[in-house]
């Protein structure tokens, strides 16, 4: 029995049909065995996130022999920007990794001084909080919204891409800019004189290229896997904020799971974001170069 949709409550209406088929004696589709954790993201398997999630899976099913099972999900392939907190929270996935900017609007207000413009200079500076006892505060202060915290990554410092070059505040003036739905970023862009463009991340590139948007801003890593730079003839290097993920759990999964293998989801976890971490920095210095 297979279900495709993209729509959550039809998509958990459709678990349930296969659970009443499998109390009917119908045929369903066979499981494997082993606890499955699946992990959803909305960007390419290929970027830096995308392949943290993969080296995660791996070092887990090497590790676990058969106790757990990872499935990863990119692209927004389950879930996306809109739907993938609720998702969480419902427990139709087990990990995610959103960007910080959307805890703001998840009732988490605290992360949304991440997108308050030159907070930091550089990715020590970012790590020093995120790696320390206030990063672990923040993580801590998502159980208020029923979500286990493990971790962070760095995507990178955001630049500014538009049709134009934007070296000038002025240049910002009427300008349509995505923007992640944060209400810090919003207010960036309105004080600049441009019109900010709340979309989810996996319609950012149709939405360029289409002149839905005239712009975005973007870790430069973003711009080499998405594709950006074949709708952007402009790029503005103003590291002017900085962008990251949190690897957040549901929590009733998370409490049920034995503790050697939370022991050994957290290890795993930990390396597989400093791999992502690594790759991230790579790639800006990739960009850079080129």
Known sequence: MMCRTRNLRRR?????????????????????PGVLVRFSHVVAADTPKGRMAQHFKKLVEERGKGRLRVEVYPDSQLYGDEDEMEALRLGAVELLAPSLSKF?????????????????????????????????QLLDRLERQQMVGLGFMDSGFKQMSARRPLTTPADFQGQRLRVQASR???????????????????????????????GAENPLSNFITQGLAGVQSDVS??????????????????????????????????????????????????????
Do not use: I
Not at 187 to 214: C, I, N, W, Y
């Open 104 to 136: 703001g609007t998840a009732g988490v207000p605290e992360f949304e001084v991440f997108d308050l413009p030159f907070l930091f200079n550089n990715l020590d500076e970012v790590r020093r909080v995120t790696q320390g006892p206030l990063g672990r």
């Open 184 to 214: 810090v970023l919003v207010a960036q862009m309105r004080a600049l004189g441009a019109q900010a463009v709340v979309l989810p991340f996996g319609e950012t590139r149709s939405a360029l290229a289409k002149g839905v948007v005239d």
């Open 12 to 32: 958990l209406a459709c678990w349930a049909l296969g659970a009443l088929a499998l109390a009917l004696g119908l045929p369903v589709q066979a499981e494997r």
């Open 237 to 290: 290097l103003t590291r002017h904020g900085y962008l990251g993920y949190a690897v957040v759990s549901n929590p009733r999964f998370w409490n049920s799971l034995a503790p050697a293998d939370r022991e050994l989801l957290g290890q795993a976890l930990a390396e597989a974001l400093a791999l992502g971490n690594r790759l991230s920095a790579g790639l800006d210095q990739q960009a850079l170069a080129t």
